[in-house]
């Protein structure tokens, strides 16, 4: 397991289940700069240690708060993220918080998928592994 605490994010790789996890402590991201940066440093983090490889994520929302004004700007850095997710899970924040990831989705036109805890996040990847789910395409929501 390769663990990382950056300025925003403690970011955390099990190379062995190809799972790359995110967690927030008590992460304010009020600015177009921090919101830009938080997510510059975790493509670095991906570059440098997952090897290029597409991975499946899963998000704590808990301790992360995005400023509502900058959405468009939050929606444009997640797209970034899409390039290497297999999927992003999330679960647990604020109902602040898990609105403003909502309304992010609904701008790339992709599902949140947000689940109520991290069981039911990592019992959605398995079953992505497994292929006893399948990932809906991009834009059919």
Known sequence: MIVERGPTAILRYDAAENILYYAFPNVTLETPEQI??????CMSFWRRHCGGR???????LDGVHVNARHTNLYAAQLRRTLDFAITIVRHGGSSLQRTAVRIAHMKL???SRIYGSQEEALMVVK???????????AGTR
């Open 109 to 111: 036109h992709t599902p």
């Open 127 to 137: 079953a992505l592994k497994s292929g006893e789910i399948m990932l809906e395409p």
């Open 54 to 60: 597409k991975v499946y994520c899963v998000v704590d």
């Open 36 to 41: 830009v940066t938080h997510f510059d440093w």
